[in-house]
């Protein structure tokens, strides 16, 4: 039997205040009812850089100033959406170094946003439990000293979970 995998691909930022790390509240998707990275997809025609600068202003409030790209990476998993019984999902991690602004605990909603805000959790909070792999990617990544490891991930089961954990 044929794998049927759906693909997605976007940007995401890794911010840390305090060492915590900022996440989003995630309303949409496979992640849905976790925490989750600032980012997403690239709207039509977009750079990376743009892409990641938008979509952290749109979820957290904050405005990526100084930021590094520090690698790509994808998460296979099972999971139905529309004719597929997979995902892969494709993301280029952001370091983002400096940044300004304020985080908001409500995003403002509009079509397409699938943050419900953002807040700032230890890393010791963050779980498979109630984190998406991104989150788990940006944890090992600061828990390793700024090591960013490309390997690609399969994970067997995926759950999506019914009610938020936030």
Not at 15 to 33: E, H, M, S
Not at 99 to 115: E, H, I, P, R
């Amino acid at each position: 039997m044929v794998k049927k995998y759906h693909r997605a691909f976007g940007v995401y930022g890794i911010i840390t205040i305090d060492n915590q790390l900022v996440v989003i509240k995630k309303n949409g998707g496979p992640y849905i009812n976790r925490f989750d990275l600032p980012g997403g997809s690239l709207e039509d025609g977009e750079s990376l850089c743009k892409a990641i600068v938008r979509e952290i202003k749109e979820e957290t409030g904050l405005n990526a100033v100084n930021f590094e790209q520090l690698g790509v990476t994808s998460f296979k998993y099972p999971w139905r959406y529309e004719r597929f019984e997979f995902n892969q999902h494709i993301c280029v991690f952001y370091k983002i170094n400096k940044f300004d602004g304020d985080l908001v605990s409500q995003a403002a909603q509009f079509s397409g946003q699938d943050s419900l805000g953002a807040e700032l959790l230890s890393l010791t909070d963050l779980t498979s439990k109630n984190s998406s792999p991104l989150v788990l990617k940006a944890k090992e990544y600061l828990q390793n000293g700024g090591i960013f490891k490309t390997n690609d991930q399969v994970f067997k089961t995926w759950k999506v979970l019914d009610q938020p954990v936030f």
